[in-house]
Structures are given as C-alpha cells and as structure tokens.
C-alpha cells in the first residue's frame, strides 16, 4: 500500500462548480499536512498547510481527519485558473521521508 | 521573494556520460531535498539534507547518483553513468525545518538520449 494515495482523476467541472479531493495515508504517526498546486511542468507551489482545526483560504477549504487518516481539499466556485495537479504532502516525525508525496489529482475546470 | 535557485533548467545528455544538477536553497533554510519526478507521478524522494548532513538518502541510487552539500547551503547531485530510465524532472526543495513546508525551485528536466 502506497503511503500517501490520491485518485487520480481527473475531475473535470465546469466553472462555478464546487469540487473535492481526498487523500489517504497509512502511518498513523503522520504529523504534518499540506496541499500544493502543480502546472503543467512546472514546480509544486504550495498551496495551504492543513490543520487539525481545517484551514480555510479564500475558495479553498481542507480538513484533517486523523481518525480516518484522510485529508480533503475542498474548492468552491472553480475558475479556470484552478486547472492544475493537486498534489497531497504528509510529513513524519522521524525525519526520515519527511515529505511523501501522493501522485496528485488532476483537476481540469472547464468554460 | 526568496526562491530556491537550480541550474541547469535543462540537460541532455547521452547515456553512459556524467551530469550534475546545482541547487541554492532559501536562505536560512536548513533543510534540503532532492526529489525526482515523473511525468503523471508524484515527487519522490532521492535524499534530504539537514544542514550538511544526509538525514535520508534511503531512496537514492547510490550506485550511480551522489549528493552533497558540503557547507550546508548550497548542494550538487550527480548522476554517473546516466541511463535512459534517468529521464525525468529532478526538483530541489528547502525548508526552515523538517516537517515544516518546503519551497522547490523550478527545477531540471533532464532527458537522456
């Protein structure tokens, strides 16, 4: 089992329309979450770090279920602009593979 | 803003020859990560540094690649022999911390012929 998965997708919405993502991960001493945001071969770009209370940014919302072990990115009203690779970052406490990648969920906001 | 420099953007390279990806991190930051990456995939880890130190280097094809940062800020990896299978982007990231966000820089996209 992978460490970090993500459904692939893609997602393909139309503009205005609320999408979400999940992710799961399997080491229950997981201590650190993020989202980036990467375009077409380019750099991931940080998108929000994810905190036990959830963290809110804008359009962008995302939640931590440690219970669960899953994270969600959840993005209301979609703009173009928001057509990326959305990839899922768990850290661990021991520092070693301190930032796992998930494969990422592309998402494609359509006119 | 500071940004992570590395250099080249790209490279071509024929297989069996020698190459080598620099990275500048963020000032300050004193953890460094080189991950590679393919396309459609996620970025995975090759190896990360605190400070001048190999913190995980677990993941790192040490028959043929190599890493260094030797004062603890700027860093090199080093690929020889480069094979096909090498073709990919290869991305340098630092942090303030571990486990705190990681800032990456543009990255190499290296393609082996």
């Known amino acids: 089992r992978k460490e970090v998965e993500q459904d692939p997708g893609p997602f393909n919405v139309p503009e205005g329309a609320t999408v979400a993502f999940n992710c799961t991960y399997s080491?229950?001493?997981?201590?650190?979450f993020f989202w980036y945001r990467q375009d077409c071969r380019k750099e991931p770009k940080l998108l929000m770090s994810?905190?036990?209370s959830g963290n809110e940014d804008g359009r962008f919302t995302a939640q931590l279920n440690r219970a669960s072990q899953y994270i969600s990115l959840l993005i209301r009203d979609s703009k173009l602009s928001d057509s990326a690779t959305y990839l899922c970052v768990v850290t661990m406490d021991t520092g070693r593979r301190a930032l796992t990648f998930g494969s990422g969920t592309r998402l494609q906001v359509q006119p | 803003e500071a940004e992570v420099a590395q250099s080249p953007r790209y490279k071509i390279t024929e297989k069996s020859q020698a190459v080598a990806f620099w990275c500048d991190p963020i000032s300050g930051h004193a953890t460094l990560y080189w991950y590679r990456q393919i396309l459609g995939q996620g970025p995975e880890l090759l190896v990360q540094f605190q400070d001048e130190s190999v913190v995980d280097d677990s993941q790192l094809p040490k028959d043929r690649f190599s890493a260094e940062r030797l004062k603890g800020v700027d860093s090199t990896l080093k690929i020889q022999p480069a094979e096909l299978g090498d073709s990919a982007m290869y991305l340098c990231?630092?942090?303030?911390?571990?486990?705190?966000?990681?800032?990456f820089g543009q990255g190499t996209r290296l393609t082996v012929v």
């Open positions: 080491n229950s001493a997981s201590q650190s």
């Open positions: 994810v905190y036990s």
């Open positions: 990231a630092s942090s303030r911390h571990k486990n705190t966000e990681a800032f």
